[in-house]
C-alpha cells in the first residue's frame, strides 16, 4: 500500500505499532537532515555529489588521506555539533514505552544515543571515533580534528560548504596538509566508520539480524536502502513474512517488497503518529 498524506500515514503506522510492535526500526541519512546534516542521495536515490571515499583509496594512498582530512577539518564539526531532532527524541520515547525495538543505524552522527535511545546497532560505525589501522587503538575523532587544525592552520581559515558525513566541498592542491598518524605506533588513522567498500562485521550483522527477528516487523525511516547493508534487513522481513513498512520522501530499493509505503515528511508523520498512540492509550480501559 502506497500512502502520501501524512495523516493517512500516520494513522496506518499507529495500526502497525499497535497491532505488530515492538518493531524493529532500521534509519538512514533522512532522520537526520533536520539535524542540519546534509543526506548524500536525492530523492531518486542518486549521488547529490561525487560518491563518498573508499575504503581500499583511502588505505592505499596519503593523497587521498590529504583530502579526506582537508575537507574534514570544515565537515566534521557540523556532524560533531548537531543536535538529536523530534524524530530522534520521539523514537528514544517509543522504546521506552516498547513500541519499537531495537534500532539499527546507517548513520554514524550518534544521534539516536544522544537523544537517549540505549538498544542502538551503529551499522556503519561512528564518527566521533578513530581506530588505528596499524594497532588497533581506539581514539576521539575530536584529538584528531584537533591536530589537524594545529597541524594545518592554513587551512582552518577556509570555510567551504559542508557536505555528507562530515565532509566538505574544497577541492585543490592538499599536497601540503600534514596528516597526523597514530600517537603509539605511527599507523595509519582512519574514523571508525565503514566507509563504502568495507563490510559491516559480520557480528554486527548478525546482532541486527536477530534483532529482526525477534520483532514484529522493519519500520524504515528515512533511507533509500541502495546500500545492500541496509538492503538486507527489508529483504530479511520479507522472506520472514514481517511487516515491512518504508517511511521515506523518495524511491527506496525496496519500494516493491514492501507491504507499506509512507511518502510524507518524517518528523510530522512521526508526531502525529504519536498523538494518535496517546490518544488510543487514554481511551483504552484497563
Ligand atoms: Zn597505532
Known sequence: MHINDVAQASAALHELLSSEGPLTVLTGAGISTDSGIPAYRDHKGAWKSAPPMQHREYMASNQARQRYWARSLHGWPRLYYAKPNAAHQLLTQWQAQGLIGTIITQNVDGLHQRAGSNDVINLHGDANSMICMDCGQRSPRLDMHERCLTLNPSYASLSPQVGPDGDA???????????????????????????????VPRPRVERAQQALENSGGLLVIGSSLMVFSGFRFARQAQQAAKPLALLNFGTTRADSIASLKLVAAIIPTLSNTDALTRIAQATTPN
Do not use: M, R, T
Not at 599536497?175 to 566507509?195: M, T
Open 169 to 199: 566541498f574544497l577541492e585543490g592542491d592538499f599536497s601540503d596538509f600534514h596528516v597526523p598518524s597514530c600517537l603509539h605506533c605511527s599507523g595509519v588513522l582512519k574514523p571508525y566508520v565503514v566507509y563504502f567498500g568495507d563490510n
